[in-house]
């Protein structure tokens, strides 16, 4: 099967990028492992975007969670912090709206040159595609980090959990304290459970300008509200070394001698591989191991024609991880696609207005100063 443009993952990225690239008359075809938004549906019950929606499109200022400048989850699901079966909803509207031709059951697990020129995507059901361009946007969710120390396969990633209640035990350790550790901790705490997360610094003590490195304000006004019950207790500088089990639950055992007990499996909120592992050999990294794709267009700079959209894109040292970060590149993408292709980009420049198009990166580089 060809096409002239591919796009890995039906989630905000893909769904994004295939829309803007409509812009321009270009058609891609996405590959979607599962279903569209099947990230968003996965999440562990009650949990709700920390980006709040609003409906500021009219005055150029598109809702923060959407993925297209005309169009605001806060109108279509009436909620400033839709939950992610909902965000997943949005997303199943932009592909009607736009007629997006979204390829579901589809695991890709490979992008390679082609012998003819272009590129081969090969996935699980032994599926060969031929692509001039393929954009990957397959998330990082669904690849969470689950080693680190003996006892962490044993231990359930939070975002593995579909509901709090049926988590076992009575007492619960998180090890992970940001956005992800926090929102199981409140979570659990709200449910009755007295809750310890640990981690080895202290990120709920972080202010930064970036919302990357910092707590969102909807996740520290849960935070205040769980810790004002006493059943939450937050302990950082702690390197974990090891978990062991027995009978009835497990401890967690810290470098430095002190350990904690939990009554179940804890939880683990330590971050993501994130879906770049799978073609880790087609994208350099950096010394810090961020991924390192071309300013001009997010490109691979050993594979062309290999595009990166998502939250794994970062560029001067800023983190790309939010919608309303990544949906910023849509438009740079979809412009060098549409030039190669020999199409005109012309109706892309109208969403520089709308921050969809951002090629100036050195407003990265700004700080809030309060
Ligand atoms: C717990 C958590 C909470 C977050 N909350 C927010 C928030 O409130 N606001 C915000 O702006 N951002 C939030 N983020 C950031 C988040 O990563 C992005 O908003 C968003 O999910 C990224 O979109 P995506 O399309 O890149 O990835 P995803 O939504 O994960 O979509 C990727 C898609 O690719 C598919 N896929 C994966 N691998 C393959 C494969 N090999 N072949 C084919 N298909 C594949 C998946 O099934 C999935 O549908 C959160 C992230 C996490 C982890």
Not at 76 to 93: I, K, N, R
Not at 241 to 256: K, S
């Amino acid at each position: 099967m060809t096409a002239d443009v591919l796009i890995v993952g039906a989630g905000p990225a893909g769904i994004g990028m295939a829309a803007t690239l409509n812009r321009i008359g270009v058609r891609a075809t996405i590959l979607e492992r599962h279903g569209i938004g099947a990230s968003f549906r996965r999440w562990p019950e009650g949990m709700r975007l920390i980006t709040p929606s609003f409906t500021a499109n009219q005055f150029g200022l598109p809702d923060l969670n959407a993925v297209t400048p005309e169009t605001s989850p806060a109108l279509s699901l009436q909620d400033e912090h839709p939950t992610g079966e909902a965000y997943a909803s949005y997303l199943h509207m932009i592909v009607e709206l736009e007629g997006l031709d979204v390829r579901t059951g589809v695991e890709v697990t490979d992008v390679a040159p082609h012998d003819g020129g272009g590129l081969e995507v090969r996935t699980t059901d032994d599926g060969h595609w031929r692509s001039t361009f393929v954009v990957w946007a397959a998330g990082e969710l669904q690849y969470p980090r689950t080693g680190g120390f003996p006892g962490a396969e044993r231990c359930v990633p939070t975002v593995e959990v579909r509901r709090w209640d049926a988590h076992p035990g009575g007492d619960v350790v998180v090890v992970g304290g940001f956005e992800s550790g926090i929102d199981a901790a409140v979570s659990l705490v709200a449910r009755g459970r007295r809750v310890t997360v640990l981690d080895r610094e202290d990120p709920w003590g972080v202010v930064d300008a970036d919302p990357s490195l910092t707590l969102s304000p909807y996740t520290q006004r849960r935070l205040r509200e769980a810790q004002a019950t006493g059943a939450l207790q937050l302990v950082g500088g702690v390197e974990v070394e090891a978990v062991t089990f027995a009978e009835h639950g497990a401890t967690v055992h810290a470098a430095d001698g002190r350990s904690w007990h939990a009554g179940g499996p804890p939880l683990l909120a330590t971050g993501f591989d994130g879906s770049l592992e799978l073609v880790a050999d087609r994208f350099k990294r950096d010394e810090r191991s961020r991924v390192v794709v071309t300013e001009e267009a997010d490109e691979s700079t050993v594979l062309p024609g290999l595009f990166l959209a998502g939250p794994a894109v970062t560029h001067r040292g800023a983190i790309f991880c939010f919608v309303y970060k990544f949906r910023q590149r849509f438009g740079v993408v979809a412009r060098e696609i549409g030039r190669r292709l020999d199409v005109d980009t012309e109706p892309l420049e109208e969403l520089r207005a709308h921050r969809f198009l951002l090629d100036d990166l050195s407003c990265c580089e700004l700080e809030c100063t309060c």
